[in-house]
């Protein structure tokens, strides 16, 4: 069985780049939809993005998706590079209460220590 890992990711990049951002990730949804075997926008150097069940959320400019056990930081990475932007990775860890952040900066990936999410019941 595989595990997968849950992705939120907000991209920091000006409006028309938030655009653009948001036709690639809904493209790489439909995508996924018809069963394209490995998603990867035109400009990969790295490889496809094996990533699931993508979604891009208008109203808050944010990336939902799945990777295989982590986050996929090369292929964010060199997305953010492309478009000149920085990003924000937060996600869980397969089959444990524990989530990360990560940060992409100026050439820069800086993490979190992973931490146990908090029930809040």
């Known amino acids: 069985m595989k595990n997968w890992c849950i992705n939120r990711v907000i991209f920091y990049a000006g409006r028309s780049t938030q655009v653009i951002l948001a036709e690639l990730f ?3 949804a439909e995508q996924e939809q018809h069963a394209v075997d490995r998603l990867a926008p035109p400009f990969a150097i790295v490889g496809g993005f094996p990533y699931r069940n993508i979604r891009w959320n208008l109203e808050e ?3 939902y998706y799945e990777t295989l056990h982590a986050p996929d930081f090369d292929g964010l990475i060199e997305l953010a590079d492309f ?20 940060l992409y900066c100026n050439g820069a990936l800086t993490h979190d220590r992973p931490q146990e999410i908090q029930d809040s019941q």
């Open 83 to 102: 478009y000149g932007c920085a990003f924000e990775c937060t996600y869980t860890i397969p089959y444990s209460t524990m989530f990360a952040r990560a």
């Open 26 to 28: 809904t493209a790489l």
């Open 61 to 63: 400019s944010v990336a």
